[in-house]
T-cell receptor
Framework: SQQGEEDPQALSIQEGENATMNCSYK?????LQWYRQNSGRGLVHLIL?????REKHSGRLRVTLDTSKKSSSLLITASRAADTASYFC??????????FGAGTTVTVRA | EPEVTQTPSHQVTQMGQEVILRCVPI?????FYWYRQILGQKVEFLVS????????KSEIFDDQFSVERPDGSNFTLKIRSTKLEDSAMYFC???????????FGQGTRLTVV
């Protein structure tokens, strides 16, 4: 079942600002992954965070995971025009497949 | 960096025709997947494949769909008799093992007319 749900659906920010998006899910997970999708293109893997981890960083990306609230957040710091894309969370509940949310569309204005 | 490659990038087909979408997963990966994304909608799981057989399939993956790993590198998705509602972006993905990150191809945009 699809259990990741992102919030907000859309986000518009100025270049240089931070962008934060959230993902909520319903059942226990093994890990949660964030992906980026540029318009009409493929899914690019950003970060995987395991259920026993609380925070991970990768460059300008910071992901947190709160298993008690069944939620995760993705923070993009110092955004750039190239960060304009849709961002998806995807949960792995241990059945070796991913369930994707509907995504957050981020627009970074120059 | 290793990547999943998919061909073709775009396919237009007549309703009722068969299509085969091709994927070359990352070479040392063991689990292979097909997902699809109808325009503007969520990415949906279709099927997983491990050890030369289907591990799991969704309700979308009906008798019109089949997958095959004909050799050591290719992984294909066949739709026997396409319908208009099969129009979507189809993504192939692979993982090295359980609990590892999934790498996706660039997708094949299938348009059924």
């Amino acid at each position: 079942s699809q259990q990741g749900e992102e919030d907000p659906q859309a986000l518009s920010i100025q270049e240089g600002e931070n962008a934060t998006m959230n993902c909520s899910y319903k059942t226990s997970i093994n890990n949660l992954q964030w992906y980026r999708q540029n318009s009409g293109r493929g899914l690019v893997h950003l970060i995987l965070i395991r259920s026993n981890e609380r925070e991970k960083h990768s460059g300008r990306l910071r992901v947190t995971l709160d298993t008690s609230k069944k939620s995760s957040s993705l923070l993009i710091t110092a955004s750039r025009a190239a960060d304009t894309a849709s961002y998806f969370c995807a949960t792995d509940v241990g059945d070796y497949k991913l369930s994707f949310g509907a995504g957050t569309t981020v627009t970074v204005r120059a | 960096e290793p990547e999943v490659t998919q061909t073709p990038s775009h396919q237009v087909t007549q309703m009722g025709q068969e299509v085969i979408l091709r994927c070359v997963p990352i070479s040392n990966h063991l689990y292979f997947y097909w997902y699809r994304q109808i325009l503007g909608q969520k990415v949906e799981f279709l099927v997983s494949f491990y050890n030369n057989e289907i591990s799991e399939k969704s309700e979308i993956f009906d008798d019109q769909f089949s997958v095959e790993r004909p050799d050591g590198s290719n992984f294909t998705l066949k739709i026997r008799s396409t319908k208009l509602e099969d129009s979507a972006m189809y993504f192939c993905a692979s993982i090295a093992g359980p609990g590892t990150e999934a790498f996706f191809g660039q997708g094949t945009r299938l348009t059924v007319v």
